[in-house]
């Protein structure tokens, strides 16, 4: 079954340091999507990617994130220069492009998270 | 107010009970409905998505009111393996948008 993939599972970096979290979507999804879940909080949506752009983004997604697709399997966030607070699990996650209807949409499927950990 | 809202729990049922969940949303512009379910340090997991007309699929049967914007989880006949938290997830343009979840424990 085809499935998210992320990299690397746990990341462990300096405050001020940049980190670049890298997801392999599922190979026919077009929709992209990062999120983030603080420990023993809500998932927190962060962006989403289609066609290229971002198609929508949260006021949590500040000028310190950026979202790449460099090639044509890797989906990735970059954060600039990490703080405390941006500690969390970051899950990817992918959809299908096709809409069944106008009001309906595939669901998305998530990657295992990367934990990222910033001391 | 928030944009999904959810009873965070937890629920404490025993085994073999039935136990539903309620979501609300605030945007009556949200396109699409699913529940999620997310294990401690998992990721979410799509548990099924909810149709106007209401779904069913074996134990879990999800509905959807969009008058009341009000979107519902059944569990029939729940096993300890049902024990997770169950997101409430709304799709509106393209932003998917999570409640904060409903604990459950199944107690054996």
């Known amino acids: 079954e085809p499935e998210v993939t992320q990299t690397p599972s746990h990341q462990v970096t300096q405050m001020g340091q940049e980190v670049i979290l890298r997801c392999v979507p599922i190979?026919?999804?077009?929709?992209f999507y990062w999120y983030r879940q603080i420990l023993g909080q809500k998932v927190e949506f962060l962006v989403s990617?289609?066609?290229?752009?971002?198609?929508?983004k949260s006021e949590i997604f500040d000028d310190q994130f950026s979202v790449e697709r460099p090639d044509g399997s890797n989906f990735t966030l970059k954060i600039r220069s990490t703080k405390l607070e941006d500690s969390a699990m970051y899950f990817c996650?992918?959809?299908?492009?096709?809409?069944?209807?106008?009001?309906?949409?595939?669901?998305?499927?998530f990657g295992q998270g990367t934990r990222l950990t910033v001391v | 107010r928030k944009e999904v809202e959810q009873d965070p729990g937890p629920f404490n049922v025993p085994e073999g009970a039935t136990v539903a969940f309620n979501c609300t949303y605030s945007?009556?512009?949200?396109?699409?409905f699913f529940w999620y379910r997310q294990d401690c340090r998992k990721e979410p997991k799509l548990l099924m998505s909810v149709y106007s007309s209401g779904n069913e699929d074996g134990r879990f049967t999800a509905q959807l009111n969009r008058a009341s914007q009000y979107i519902s989880l059944l569990i029939r006949d729940s096993k300890l393996s049902d024990s997770a938290t169950y997101l409430c997830?709304?799709?509106?343009?393209?932003?998917?948008?999570f409640g904060k979840g409903t604990r459950l424990h199944i107690l054996p």
């Open positions: 945007n009556s512009a949200s396109q699409s």
């Open positions: 996650a992918s959809s299908d492009p096709f809409r069944q209807d106008a009001l309906t949409h595939t669901e998305a499927f």
């Open positions: 990617f289609y066609n290229n752009e971002i198609s929508e």
């Open positions: 190979s026919n999804h077009l929709y």
């Open positions: 997830v709304v799709l509106r343009d393209d932003k998917i948008i």
